[in-house]
Structures are given as C-alpha cells and as structure tokens.
C-alpha cells in the first residue's frame, strides 16, 4: 500500500484532535476525505507529512514506519501537498515558487515548468509575478503546481476549493484528472461534498477526530453521509 | 575642494562598515538571528589570517583564503550545535546565547594572544596612494570598498539567482511550508552562517591590514556593523552597504570638524535616520 495511517491519534497540547484513524491510499487512487470544520480532516493532513510529529508505526509508506519522520524527508519519500490556505512564498516570484517544488526532488513523472504551464497557462503570463499578488485561484493553481514539480506519488490536497468562486473552483478540480493521468495517486480533503464524491474512488467520511464513514461513491446516499458527517440521522 | 576628499574618504570607509555588517545582514535577513558575538568572530577571523602571515609565512591575501573554509565550517558547527537550538518564537534565548559566545571568545582570544594590540603587515599596499586628480585616495580603502561592492553582488546573486537563494528566502518566510518541500531549514540556516562567516573573514582581512587590533575590540565593530545594517533596513544588503557609507561620511566629516566628533558623528547619523525613517531606508515589503 502506498500510504497507509494505523490507529492514527493526534494532540495539540491537551487537546485530543485524531482519535485512531485508519486511511489507505493505494498506486494512482483519489481518495476524499470529508467531514466539517474541526472533524480533524487537516491534522491528518498534517500528521502525513511530518508537520506533526507521531509515534513512527502510526504512518506507513510501502509499509515502512515513517510517522516521526521530517516533512522534508516525507516529501523527498515523493508525498506532496497543496496546505491549507495555499502558503505560496511572498518573497519568491510564481516560477519561483514552482521551481522551489521540485528542488529537493525531481521524481519520475511528465511533471516540470512547462507541464505546470501547459496545465494551468495564466500562470505562465504571470511567471514573473510575486506569487501573492495573485487572486485566491490563481494562488491555489501555484500551489498545485508547486507539489506536483516534484512528480509525487501521492498528492495531498488540503482544501483546494476554501474561499474561491464556484467557476474557479471548476478549473481547479478539471486539473485533478491530468494529475491522476500523470500517475499521481490523489488525497482530496473537502468540505465541498459534491466536488469529493465526484473525484473520488472512495470516500472517508470523518467527525470529531474519527472515521465515521467508508465508502464508494457510488454506493452511499445522502443519509449515510448525513449521518456520518453531522451523527445524527437525516 | 577638501570636503569633497572627505567624502570620498567617508564613502571608502563605508565599506568596510558594509563588510563588518553583510553578514549580520544575511543572517539576520534568513533566521532574524541577532548574533552578538559578530564582531568577536570578525576579530576571532583577524587572529587567524594572522596566524596564517606569522606562523606560516603567508602573505595576508593567501592567509585568508585559507581562513575562509575553516571559519565556514566554524559557522557551520556554530549553527548546528548551538544556534538551531535556541532559535524559536523567543528572540531571547539567541541573544543570550550569542552574548555568552561573545564574551567567551573575548576572554579566549585574550588568553591566547594577550591583550597586546596586533596588525596584519600587508607591506607596500599599506601606505600606497593613487592620486585621481581631485582626490588621493589610499590603495587599501579603495579595495576595501572595492571588495564590499563585490561581496554584496556576490550576495545578491546568490540570494535572488540560485536555488540555494531560493530555500534562503523561502525558509525565511515560512520555514513550516519549505519543510514541506524538502527543504531542511536547519541546514539552510547552517549554510548561511557558514556563508556569513567567510564575508567575516573579508571583513577580518580589511580590519586587520588597516588598524590595530586586540581581543576587545569586537563590540565596537558589532555597533557599527548593527548600525549599518539598520540604517539600511533590516535584511537588504545594498541598504546595509548605504547604511555603511553613511557612518563612514559621519564619521569623516565629523573628524573634519573635531578629530574628537568622529565617533559620536557616526551615532548621530543612525539616530537621525531612525528619526526620519524608522524602518530604515530600504526596508522589506513584508516584516
């Protein structure tokens, strides 16, 4: 399994935010994690990649025990992600902050300057800009495009869709496909239910530090996912 | 026509307070590490060239290229043993801790060589003169100031044109995130201490061929090398090179007017354009 989480748990001081979760992302899959404000969908994000350090068997990578591990070496392991809020750096420019992406790594893979370009062509008007002088979506094409420079296996997606306009949101999820194409397994973290389960093979439904739900799109209904994201029957 | 040698005077020996502060300035600009022992280590760097032109027979030049690896790796163990340590949200602990080296070099400086005031021969260049027609200008401030110029391009090329310049200024905004792209932030601060410490050893060069030198003198040349680069604006090398120039014309057209006013020119300067502008004069967009 490409990535793995084992009775995954997480605290910021006394605060409990990941209650043994258990999540799977194999070769070339999309996986959506959902589930509302506070479920605890970014701590997981952050406790993939390093930024929250675990006990090591908690995050498996080909099997290998890498929960303590840096972000860097996560990263340099070919786990990528777009963070919440985008963090594209102010003092670098657009290319900048896509050649920043792929300078610890430069994995097998279709992607560099050019594919990122190819993939999102305002950005290549907009090269020399700083990368913050750019609108929420075109930030959010930057940071996509900053992950995907390293040609990760797996590219963690912490809210892509968070404040920007629905026909912005629609260019960005178009992306997801070529990424998959290029043979990047996806994790999609949401609070856009639609956009998850559109994208995704299976969905993990999460609520108060937990994994309330498993599923395949296809075979939930509006109830199962009611019920899993707010606990309460529809 | 003799304000216009002062000035020029005055630019020249802005030069070597650029090359006192580009350093502090880099490092500053990285980590926002204050480090206390600068002008210790400047004069720690001094103490080496010259054992390298005493001991060995070198002359000064050879000396400090040979010193530049060393302080390099110096800087690079500074870093990693003891200053990623104590860097965190609290600028204290640093502070502390670069106070602590500070006087720990001086005292070990003092036992080592006494407290006996040394220079760095550098032979016929020491009282060579060119003479440009309006201005005689010495040889030595003239490559000093020569010689910071190509340090703070140096720098620049580095911070703005290379990948390791990219980690630098991505690690400065947001250490967290460059983690996430495989940057190591404590090896970047190590590399640029590392970094800083051979522009120290430049600057030890200048210091220790134009005057004398001993153990105490550290503290000072921090002053003037803070001086310059908050003059500047924290974290921008040519507003630390400004900065440099502008003490240095202080100070040689104080000492124009009363050789006493020399120093206390200097301070005025920093004071007045912490007055007019307090973020200094080329200040970064984003603090």
């Given amino acids: 399994m490409l990535l793995e989480t084992h009775n995954l748990t997480a605290s910021y001081g006394q605060f409990r935010a990941l209650f043994g979760v258990d999540i799977a992302v194999d070769t070339g899959e999309c996986v959506a994690i959902i589930g509302a404000n506070g479920a605890g969908k970014s701590t997981l994000m952050r406790s993939i990649t390093g930024i929250i350090r675990n006990e090591p068997a908690m995050v498996l990578h080909w099997g290998e025990p890498i929960g303590a591990r840096p972000s860097a070496e996560i990263m340099k392991r070919g786990i990528a992600m777009v963070p919440e809020g985008r963090r594209l750096f102010p003092s670098l420019s657009v290319e900048e902050n896509l050649l920043i992406g792929g300078q610890a790594r430069k994995g097998d893979g279709p992607w560099n300057l050019e594919a990122v370009y190819d993939l999102f062509p ?30 990760p296996e797996l590219l963690l997606c912490d809210e892509i869709s968070l404040g920007l306009a629905p026909v912005v949101i629609r260019d960005i999820y178009a992306a997801l496909p070529k990424v998959r194409a290029g043979g990047t397994a996806i994790v999609v973290v949401e609070q856009d239910i639609g956009k998850a389960l559109a994208v995704a093979d299976r969905v993990y439904c999460m609520m108060e530090g937990r994994v309330t739900l498993v599923a395949k799109p296809a075979d939930v209904t509006r109830q199962d996912i009611h019920a899993a994201y707010f606990g309460e029957a529809a | 026509m003799i ?21 502090l300035s880099l490092v500053f600009g990285i980590m926002r590490l204050v480090n206390l022992a600068h002008g210790d280590l400047i004069v720690f760097a001094a103490y080496l060239v010259l054992m390298g032109v005493t001991l060995l027979g070198l002359s000064p030049w050879v000396a400090a290229l040979i010193a530049m690896p060393l302080m390099f790796a110096l800087g690079w163990l500074l870093q990693i043993g003891v200053l990623n340590r104590v860097l965190g949200k609290d600028i204290l602990p640093p502070l502390l801790v670069t106070f602590g080296l500070s006087v720990a070099l001086q005292n070990g400086l003092l036992e080592a060589f006494s407290a006996d005031s040394r220079r760095i021969p550098a032979g016929a260049l020491e009282g060579a003169s060119l003479d440009l027609g309006i201005v005689t200008v010495g040889v030595m401030p003239l490559l000093t100031f020569i010689s910071a110029i190509i340090v703070i391009v140096a720098l620049n090329a580095l911070f703005y044109h290379t990948a390791l310049g990219r980690a630098f200024r991505a ?63 924290l974290g921008s090398l040519w507003g630390t090179l400004a900065g440099g120039v502008i003490i240095g014309v202080a100070q040689t057209f104080g000492a124009a007017v009363n050789p006493e006013w020399q120093i206390l020119a200097g301070h005025i300067a920093f ?11 080329f200040p970064r967009a984003v603090d």
Avoid: H
């Fill in chain 2, 271 to 281: 004071l007045a354009v912490m007055l007019l502008k307090p973020r200094g004069l």
């Fill in chain 2, 171 to 233: 690690t400065s905004d947001d250490a967290v995130t460059a983690g996430l792209m495989g940057i190591e932030p404590k090896r970047v601060f190590a590399m640029a201490t590392g970094i800083a410490m051979v522009v120290v050893t430049i600057a030890a060069l200048y210091l220790g061929m134009r005057a004398n030198f001993d153990p105490s003198i550290g503290p000072a040349r921090l002053i003037y090398a803070f001086e310059a680069v908050i003059i500047g604006g």
């Fill in chain 2, 3 to 23: 304000w216009v040698d002062t000035l020029v005077q005055g630019i020249l020996l802005g030069g070597l307070y650029a090359l006192f502060a580009a350093g």
């Fill in chain 1, 122 to 151: 305002i950005l290549r008007e907009r090269r020399k800009n700083a990368g913050t002088a750019l609108s929420g979506g075109q930030q959010q094409m930057v940071a996509i495009g900053r992950a995907l420079m390293s040609n």
